[in-house]
């Protein structure tokens, strides 16, 4: 793997992808047979997305589309290389190499393959949404922490839960129970098993659907979607919340933070924060009800 220096030096580019370069730009794969420390240098220079160093001297690196594959083969001179497309994740709007341990806030996630400190909430890596690595997933676990130490709700609702990453955060976090939901049973799959990982299958329930599926109330609902998806569910979701609940909305570009807020404030809540990051935007809201 890649030396800590190195990825000093990179300024953890896994964490610095932004939203300008979700869809319009592709980056791509290069894999080299050896790597010198210039080449490398050099790589990080032109801008690599993500480099690994291997114990065998051969390596890998992500390059954005804006830099040519010639710039690339006049870095590296004659060392033997092979050029394929990248493949994103999260969306594929996350461009790392491999999956790794990041801290977010009070919660530490880890790959299911390597091994994890006690408290640690590990995931395996596969194609539901929910690494830890996206700006939204980081940005909710953020303010999951700040609003459960503030006041520790009873159970959480996860509406999109993709691999479970939020819902079983605030497990990790402290809240007793959970119930994630989404309309992809695949996904469903990856969150139970992420559930089992961790020894959390007894406090995490399951279900297929959307915010009408279920019925009830909640004091904290997590909805880590999309702009669109969020307008149209908004009614139902609403009718989640219960008295004085709060409600976390993720995935929302910038020029659509607006539109978002207010379908909310309509429904009667009440704005409490905003964090952004990175072209994305986090809306706490609170129930006047």
Not at 57 to 86: E, K, R
Not at 184 to 198: K, Y
Request: charged letters at 20%; aromatic letters at 4%.
């Amino acid at each position: 793997m890649m030396p800590l220096n190195v990825k000093e030096r990179m300024h953890t580019r896994s964490e610095l992808v932004h939203s300008d370069a979700r869809f319009d730009r592709m980056p791509y794969r290069i894999d080299l047979t050896k790597m010198s420390a210039h080449a490398l240098d050099r790589l990080i220079e032109l801008g690599a997305l993500d480099v690994e160093v291997f114990g065998d001297g051969a390596a890998a690196a992500l390059m954005p589309d804006n830099v040519t594959t010639p710039q690339v083969t006049d870095v590296l001179g004659s060392a033997a290389l092979a050029i394929s497309p990248a493949v994103g994740r999260d969306a594929e709007s996350v461009w790392v190499l491999s999956p790794r341990p990041t801290r977010i806030g009070r919660v530490r996630i880890v790959p299911a393959h390597l091994q994890a400190e006690p408290g640690a909430l590990r995931l395996n890596d596969g194609p539901a949404f929910g690494t830890g690595l996206h700006p939204t997933t980081a940005l909710c676990i953020e303010t999951l922490g700040e609003l459960i130490q503030d006041a520790l709700p009873d159970a959480v609702l996860d509406v999109g839960t993709g691999s479970g990453v939020l819902a079983l955060a605030a497990l990790t976090l402290g809240v007793p129970r959970a119930l994630g939901i989404d309309i992809d049973g695949t996904a469903l799959s990856a969150a139970a098993e992420n559930a089992r990982l961790n020894g959390l299958e007894d406090r995490l329930q399951l279900a297929q659907g959307g915010a009408d599926a279920v019925t009830g109330t909640w004091p904290l609902v997590i909805a880590n979607v999309l702009p669109a998806p969020l307008i149209e569910m908004a009614p139902a979701l609403v009718r989640r919340i219960g008295h004085h609940g709060r409600l976390v909305l993720s995935g929302i570009v910038v020029s659509l933070e607006h539109d978002v807020s207010e379908v909310y404030r309509r429904l009667g809540m009440r704005r409490l924060d905003t964090k952004s990051r990175q072209g994305w935007v986090t809306l706490v809201l609170q129930a006047t009800w």
